[in-house]
């Protein structure tokens, strides 16, 4: 059987990212969160903030450690599988990838230790710095893995040098024309991901009438947040929408599967586009609606994909789903937090069964939406690496055969698929034993306590006993 | 315009040399993990690297980003050569990663997470091994590719470098393992320290001779004169250290061991350096041929030399609040 080496690597990448993506999706925010609490815990010493902070940092320490090794993948995916688009882009590009290791990675590594196993070596505030020190690391990620990523769709500020990009401009580079709006959407989707977790984490416990003090702290915290947050998000993407129609159209084209150019377009709702005969089956519209979205004037244009040459067009069908599965899952997310305000105005809030089990059922929304919003915006990227200037086929290494990239594809799905359920169900156990368990057990020696017996008490006992 | 290429060949260097040193160490205390007399002893041994582990890790992000970032064209060329042991390096170093954290939390698969730690440290650090091999004997190239087979680095001596590693990391975390522990759990970390000092004497050994005998250049750079005469020192200072270093593992000394068998590292390293100066592709490009554009180099060095000692100092403090002993905590006998 043949294998194709640029199909395989592609499918290599998506799989590694994917994965890789689902935690920064998560630890972005927690971090933050996390930061959030040790601060309140600081500042007005509350026990109920102790305890949160310690609980949600082991659920933080799990998935942080997933992330670090899923993470040193991926500067390597860029040498194994794509080491043309390596060379050709280096000298734009690398420097932000080092900033990133520099900057983010060494402060969470070098901080996280302290964070989670330190808190009875430090002082208080220094404990509090080190929280603070992780949650900037992994915003700092954040701006420059977005710049990098923004500047393969929007290129600014290069010059190109027999066949290599060289740098001319590094302000253009980083804030390169769709960066901001990429960074605000990213971070703050991150952010919401996280919200609903905690929220979903928050219901369970209501529900079930445990740790109720805690759980309403978290439960009104992250609706007052994802309060001012989901909307704002809306409003963001509604505004990278209108920067990727400047820069992106056969993007944007793609994703609203629009053949024609024309004024006054309809808002597409479902369709299945056919790539081959340039046209969409069974489509369901709202008349005015695209312009009116799309360019925020009902008699504005908006190009179609027949003004791109064929083999320069996105393959529409994915794009085009991705982005309504988005879209529509931020919508629920703005239909919960609308009944969160009045249930608080009507004081039921923590006592609503149906909201508290929508809530709890809740927690995977915001992975979705940023793994679909992740796939509307690289897919339709395609079929480029570089927008416009370097095609995905020309990316790929020479020297790999098929067999070489269906082994190493093989080597990660296996390895992926046993860490990560087994994460995801060490993660869902310390949210069953729940933030009471551990209040204090890092805390109460005064020596360098080893992580295995904080970490392991509680759920081992049978086994210290004997 | 500056020539900031040597400036970025010390950074990586270092960067590379620091990342061999720390995540050596802890990828060997991975290694011996696997003869700790039981659970308890296993506890401490994990222990003595869990609070520091993974900011040596990000050395490796570091060293791969640099010589993408200063050097990218041998990254472009080097990487795709060693697909395999690269990504068997990746997937090995997914289990030793994700082990520290759910053996703790695993109890039912705990057996499992155990091997995974171990095996993962093994099998990350002889890919290493094998990489430094393939490196040394150089790669099949053609304009700017690598042009060769993704099995091309598997030779005799990339496997018997893959071995050595073994012994090396095994040296370092034996170290690590003897100034961070006492009583019974030392006195066996002496014991394998020895075992894989050895191991690393016949390896420093077999590929001093091994290298010159396969490779007419190397030879050349060493034995030519005055060249001789200028580099007498380093296998002398290397002799020298291996006695220090035996003296250390087998006397009382607590951080002897580990220092020496940095030093040794460090002794090795620039001997594979000497011999492929000023090479960053051996036998196709140097250094400088190998750079990225000037103001790319310069860019960086900015932020870099700004951020590097910062990252030292804060990575020292991390290392200092861990300072000391590790013991099972009084509340659990």
Partial sequence: MEFDALLLSRLQFVWVVAWHILLPAFTVGLASFIAVLEGLHFFTGKPVYFRLSGFWTKIFAVSFGMGVVSGIVMPFQFGTNWSRFSDATADVLSPLLAYEGLMAFFLESAFLGVLLF????????????????????????????????????????????????????????????????????????????????????????????????????????????????????????????????????????????????????????????????????????????????????????????????????????????????????????????????????????????????????????????????????????????????????????????????????????????IMYPAGGLMMMRLVKRGPADQHDDAVESGRPRGPVDALSHGQSGSEKAS | MIDFVPLWTVILGLGVFLYVMLDGFDLGVGILYGFAPGREARNLVMNSIAPIWDGNETWLVLGIVGLLAAFPLAFAIIIPAVYFPILVMLLALVFRGTAFEFRFRDAEHRTFWDHAFNIGSGVATFAQGIVLGAFIQGFEVEGRHFVGSSFDCFTPFSIFTGIALLFGYGLLGAGWLILKTEGELQAWARRLGFRCFIGVGLAVAVVSVWTPLVDSRIAERWFSWPNIAYLAPVPIVTALLAIWEWRAIRGKAEVAPFAAAICLFAMSYLGVAISLWPMIVPHAFTLWEAASAPSTQAFLAVGTLFLLPVILMYTGWSYWVFRGKVRADIGYH
């Fill in chain 1, 118 to 417: 330190g808190r009875s070596l430090v002082p208080r505030w220094a404990h509090f710095v080190a929280a603070l020190m992780v949650a900037f690391g992994t915003l700092f990620s954040s701006f420059w893995i977005l710049a990098t990523n923004s500047w393969m769709q929007t290129p600014a500020g290069y010059a190109i040098e027999n066949g290599r990009f060289v740098p001319v401009d590094w302000m253009a580079i980083i804030f390169n024309p769709s960066f901001p709006y990429r960074l605000a959407h990213t971070v703050t989707g991150f952010y919401v991901t996280t919200g609903f977790v905690v929220l979903s984490v928050a219901a369970y416990y209501l529900r079930r009438g445990r740790f109720v003090e805690e759980a309403r702290t978290m439960f009104s915290m992250t609706l007052w947040l994802l309060t001012v947050l989901v909307p704002l998000q809306i409003l963001i993407g509604d505004l990278h929408g209108l920067n990727t129609r400047e820069h992106q159209p056969a993007k944007l084209a793609a994703i609203e599967a629009r053949w024609e150019t024309a004024s006054r377009v309809p808002l597409s709702l479902f369709a299945i586009p056919d790539q081959e005969a340039e046209t969409n089956h069974f489509e369901i519209e709202i008349p005015l609606l695209g312009s009116l979205i799309l360019t925020h004037d009902p008699n504005g244009t908006v190009q179609g994909l027949k003004d791109f040459p064929k083999d320069q067009r996105a393959p529409v069908i994915i794009p085009y789903f991705a982005f309504r599965i988005m879209v529509g899952l931020g919508l629920i997310m703005l239909a919960i937090v609308f009944v969160s305000w009045v249930l608080r105005l009507r004081r039921d809030l923590y006592i609503t069964e149906w909201y508290l089990r929508l809530c709890q059922y809740a927690a995977p929304i915001g992975f979705v939406a940023v793994i679909a919003g992740w796939v509307t915006t690289e897919v339709g990227r395609q079929p480029w690496t570089v927008y416009g200037l370097m095609r995905t086929a020309d990316s790929v290494t020479p020297s790999l055969s098929g067999t070489d990239v269906a082994l190493s594809l093989a080597g990660y799905m296996i390895v992926y698929l």
